[in-house]
């Protein structure tokens, strides 16, 4: 404990200028972390220009433009709203989801991410259908 000699008014002007910072992080029953709240760093720009082309009945291949936060390591990707995978690298914009069933609608997202865990804001979502058998 740290005791400051304040006057009435010295400490009102204190408490008025006085800033707050929550930070939470979740932890299970085994005591391990999960990612904390806030942001530590400016992940802001999202990933854009996002284009998914059907090249068969069981693949689509995906670009985004890359994001101009240069504290971005990677891009998260979500299909029908579910994070599929993880690309490492600022650089790497290009993704191939294999394995899908013919003639089905897919919706995907791009997420940036930093490396404390932090996300920019999803890019536009992108519908595209793959080719029949």
Known sequence: MVNINLSRKNLIIFLISLTVVFVVSAFNGCGNNGRLSGA?????????GITAKAVSASQINLTWQISSASDVVGYKILRNGTIIAMISGR???AFANTGLSPSTTYTYEVIAFDSAGNEGSMGTPVTVTTMTQ
Do not use: F, P
């Open 40 to 48: 530590l760093e400016d992940v802001s720009t999202k990933a854009g």
């Open 91 to 93: 650089m790497n914009t």
